[in-house]
């Protein structure tokens, strides 16, 4: 796949949608399913809105698409206030969870659909669907229906119809989470590389973080319809706003701690000084959480200074990586994942070992960004 | 495994009982079109086509066909337009009136059609409907209803109702929607319906005898007048030919289903 992401490098033949949204809400009578949520996307930008089932994150998409009316706020494609436009008015391309193939069309019928919305001529329709079949590499299958697709297939016929008359800004409501989990890798390459190509605005709407890290440019975690953090990949694992973002991307240690404004106690009285960047937000004295991401965690001699101390539980082999579940003495659970080849040979569970961490991995929540 | 157990042997006989009660008067019926008598008799004597001759040669008789045919038609037509919205607003719309309406359509089910007959009688008399073809039209449709609401929400349930979002993302209109992507996922059971309100109307007794008036007769109420006053072998005749029709009309309905059916499923293994 690596030869066409670099054979397509000349500049895209189409500029992306800048939206911006602002003051959006949606309430179902007395339940808020999205509430206060303001966004700015770029032209070209891949973005990720990424929570858990009921977070708001499709309410939002299908918003954007018109096919929920806001309860309040504004959307605006390119500067046009779409907020209450019907969907066919916005000239947007989208992609839906199960395909939404239409059954009783051929694959190039589907494709071209579109365009005949538009009043494209037939000779005309049938050139551009084979194209945008061409870039999802379904060469020559406009003739088969989408029954006699795979699963794969059919979401590349579905992202085709949707990009066939190059609209600016891609919606995609969990496109690929129907695929199993090969096909799914495969697709997210595909998706990128067609961003890449295309040019277009994309909005993605996932509940996996993997999926949302790997492939946009900028992820909005979203929780009980309210946005919780706007940020690059990176920054949103590397430094996570709150203690739902640290718990929600990747694994975390969530250690109880004491703060008295400069330094940190733990339950057994351990005390610790983190840098000061490692605070997140503002945080006041009294209990805190510390949160360790277990891959920055690494074995050492129980009486290192600086070290934690903890009890060994369980050593899970798995090839290069070796997960280590152990205890601090106040009994919480902490977890360190290592490089094998890095591991002293002869650990025995119930051991007692020491577990040291650079000081800028330790991160430092306070209590009401626990929420 | 064929297990014979006497309660499967009763059940059995009852089954077979029931078919040939059902299917006996009308084996018994038919053979009589061809017997060269001018009255009924069983089993006919000699055979002759001139009772079907008769029928199509009769001006009375041609008229009271071309009524129903009429009447039928339009009334296919209206049962299936009207079934087609009334099962989409049902079965998609938001609304909360949703249960009572789906009472109101097939309560004709529930009603018997000889109560029915008398309201739709007094109830035209009084607009001056009754025994034109808009009135039987109205009447036969809701005595249809039922039957096309029940064929058309069996092929709507199974279609995908974000089909229509994704049309309309595409830049469809609501209506361009239905009319490009659901209209033709469920158009064979709409047309089976329209045939089953079809046969339900051609050979509709009950209201046509209220509704008939002195010269426009449905060719049902005509066979009832025919068998009061002469009971020629020329009803038999009549018995084949809408026997004839009837087949012919639920075997294209069960095509139409079974296209539908095709259509349809393998769509839903993805």
Redesign the interface.
Known sequence: MDDVVQAQTGTPPVRGAEIAVDGLAKHYGSLKAVDEFAINIRSGEFLALLGPSGSGKSTILMMLAGFEVPTAGRILIDGVDCTRLPPQKRNIGMVFQHYSLFPHMTVADNVAFPLKMRGVGRTERRRRAAEALKVVRLDGYGARMPSQLSGGQRQRVALARAIVYEPRLLLMDEPLSALDKNLREEMQLEIKRLHHELGITVVFVTHDQGEALTMADRVAILRGGKLQQLSPARELYERPANLFAAGFIGEMNMIPAQWDGAALTLGTGERMVPPTGAVVGTVGQGAVTLAIRPERLTVCDPVTPDALQATLREVVYAGAGTLLIAALPDGTEIRARVASASLPPALTEGETIGLSCPPEAMLVYGEEAAA | MQNLSPRRLLLMGYVYAVLFFVLAPIVIILPMAFSETDYLTFPPVGFTLSWFTDFFSNSRWMGATVFSLKIAVLTAITTSVVATMATYALMRGAGRIGALFQGLLIAPIVVPHIALAVALYLFFQRIGLSSTVFGYVLAHSVIAMPFAVFTVSAALSAV?A??E?????????RF?AFR??TL??ILPNVLSGGLFAFILSFDEPVIAFFLAGIRDKTLPRMMFDDIEQNLTPIIPAIAVLLTAVSIFALIAAALLRRAAAN??A??E??
Do not use: H, W, Y
Request: hydrophobic fraction near 40%; charge should be negative; glycine fraction near 8%.
């Open positions: 995908d974000t089909l979002d994704a049309a309309m993302s595409c830049g469809a209109s361009t490009l992507v033709p996922m259509r349809t393998p769509e293994a993805g």
